[in-house]
């Protein structure tokens, strides 16, 4: 089965509170009770950023750069000796501390009988067979901060004052918080309601992302029950609760800028006046005020046709590791039946030394492992942006598990704090859309 191969920076995801077991999804707990919200219990102070794009090479093993591709509506390769040009994966923001632009790789299209060419600092790509073959696949970009595919620019779709350009008219919508302070030091955690403007189901091709200076990082859930949300917005005064995973999980993102792109004929749906929260978490460690906002451009899918995306989330709270000591905490999800996956990726803090992500068969044993990451803050996510994506066989599911080493002589649970708690978490993206969001368990 052929898929991508992608180093990238996941995103370092701060949640206001957690349930007593493993949230699965958006589904029940590990000990058979309802999932309840995550945020419930949970203290500390903030956590690192979650999902940043653009950001230096970082972390171990190879880098895999991303060949230039185009975005937008589905080109067909050019088919000739040797197969066609590689394609990167879809472009998703990732947990990371924001950073500089990722590099462009310089993956391209092999000879016939020629070895892939390898992209400047990433893994080789692989090419189509001689004689015309299958579309080459190109590496990746990796970067502290996350990573963006193909020649997709953060410094682009700016003004000249640096702000978010909105979309032309029919092609999208804007939506923009309001502005407010942090003096030098405060970390803050406020909630943005908001109805989304459009009158019929609008499907997202793409999410767009500007955050101010001193952005920690924002989630945008659903919220179909939030009375507060108005067209006009509210923002209120900590964290937004109104669930976590499965199909409340919309975006997010913790650098200045960032996007996710779907695959070509793939969006994730809005209801007409969909009402949304941006949970925001934002931290002033400078020595100047911070006047804080959020702006994100809602781009329309560009195909006439597409299929329906969702996500897939678990958040494992059993963590409690000892002082001084080790722990190893897992947990498996199932997978949904005859979905294609094109992203799936894992997330820790900094006392996390290895997260994976596997495919389990069967009749039980192990598959390949999908997703391996020994940094907490450029772990590896796995894309998959074009046909064939990562499909599994009937009974096969998938597990994954996070490794702690605790240094302190304080226990280390779960919670919002990069330094002082830990966290475990498995996002995955797939299409088409399920009836409902499988339980993990």
């Known amino acids: 089965m052929a898929y991508v191969n992608s180093v990238v920076s996941v995103l370092a995801l701060s949640i206001g509170a957690a349930t007593a077991s493993l949230v699965a999804c958006s589904g029940n707990n590990g000990d058979g009770t309802p999932s309840g919200d995550p945020y419930a219990g949970i203290g500390g102070g903030g956590g690192a950023p979650f999902f940043s794009t653009g950001g230096v090479p970082v972390g171990t093993g190879t880098t895999a750069l991303p060949p230039p591709t185009t975005t937008g509506t589905s080109i067909t390769p050019p088919v000739g000796a040797g197969g066609t040009p590689p394609v990167t994966g879809t472009g998703f923001p990732t947990f990371g501390a924001g950073g500089t632009p990722p590099v462009t790789g310089t993956g391209l299209p092999p000879a016939a009988g020629a070895p892939p060419v390898v ?58 918080t309001p502005t407010f302070d942090l003096e030098p030091g405060q970390e803050i955690y406020n909630c943005f309601h908001v109805a989304t403007p459009n009158t019929a189901v609008f499907p997202v091709g793409e999410w767009d992302s500007q955050m101010s200076p001193g952005s920690h990082h924002f989630i945008l859930y659903r919220s179909d029950a939030d009375a507060t949300a108005t067209q006009a917005g509210v923002l209120t005064s900590g964290a937004c609760t109104q669930g976590f995973g499965g199909s409340t999980w ?47 451009n809602v781009n329309k899918v560009k195909a006439a046709m597409y299929q329906k995306a969702d996500a897939e989330i678990s958040f494992n709270t059993g963590i409690f590791v000892p002082p001084m000591g080790t722990q190893t905490v897992s947990g498996t999800c199932p997978a949904v039946p005859g979905a294609s996956y094109f992203l799936m990726q ?11 992500i596997s495919r389990v068969l069967a009749n039980g044993q192990m598959g390949e492992e999908l997703v391996h990451t020994t940094n907490w803050d450029s772990p590896e996510v796995k894309i998959w942006q074009q046909a064939p994506f990562f499909t599994f066989n009937p009974g096969e599911h998938f597990a994954y598990s996070c490794s702690y080493k605790n240094d302190t002589s304080q226990i280390i649970t779960v919670g919002i704090s990069a330094a002082t708690n830990e966290m475990c978490m498995m996002e995955t993206y797939f299409f088409p859309a399920a009836a409902s969001t499988p339980q993990c368990n």
């Open 346 to 356: 894992t997330h820790m803090h900094k006392h996390g030394t290895l997260a994976t």
């Open 250 to 296: 919309l975006y997010t993102m913790g650098a200045p800028r960032g996007h996710l792109l779907m695959p070509d004929g793939v969006a994730m749906e809005l209801t007409p006046n969909e009402h949304i929260d941006f949970d925001m978490h934002y931290i002033n460690t400078g020595a100047d005020v911070i006047h804080a906002h959020i702006g994100l």
């Open 119 to 176: 992209g400047a600092g990433g893994a080789t790509a692989v090419g189509g067979a001689p004689g015309g073959g299958a579309t080459g696949v190109g590496g990746s970009s990796t970067g502290a901060g996350g990573a963006s595919t193909g020649t997709w620019d953060p410094t682009a779709n700016l003004d000249a004052n640096g702000n978010l350009i909105p979309p032309a008219t029919g092609a999208g919508f804007q939506l923009l």
